[in-house]
């Protein structure tokens, strides 16, 4: 069973840089898409970013395209999205996701972390 867990939130000022961090356990991750969701309460959960397997072919959400960047670092089995140029509207959960299956920014992914709080405010 594939076990995801997230850190690197917390509280940024606007303008601000987090790095999230996604480890993976359970199994390799080379073979498994990526992906990060945020989700607010009271609103669906927004795809932000994917990568893929071999090439590492990467999709973002308009709403961060220029500002987030998302890695992956098999050897390590870790996932990463660095978020720059952070906006009071990238508050929220985010999540990460895996699946064997390309899913871009669908949220139908088998595998999900728990989530991590990133809240931007002066």
């Known amino acids: 069973q594939l076990q995801l867990v997230e850190s690197g939130g917390g509280l940024v000022q606007p303008g601000g840089s987090l790095r999230l961090s996604c480890a993976v356990s359970g199994a390799t991750m080379d073979v498994y898409y990526m992906g990060w969701f945020r989700q607010t309460p009271g609103k669906e959960r927004e795809g932000v970013s994917c990568i893929a397997t071999i090439g590492g072919r990467t999709n973002y959400a308009d709403s961060v395209k220029g500002r987030f960047t998302i890695s992956r670092d098999d050897a390590k089995n870790t996932v990463y999205l660095q978020m720059n140029s952070l906006k009071p509207e990238d508050t929220a959960v985010y999540y990460c996701?895996?699946?064997?299956?390309?899913?871009?920014?669908?949220?139908?992914?088998?595998?999900w972390g728990q989530g991590t709080q990133v809240t931007v405010s002066a």
């Open positions: 996701t895996a699946d064997r299956v390309d899913k871009l920014l669908y949220p139908l992914y088998d595998y």
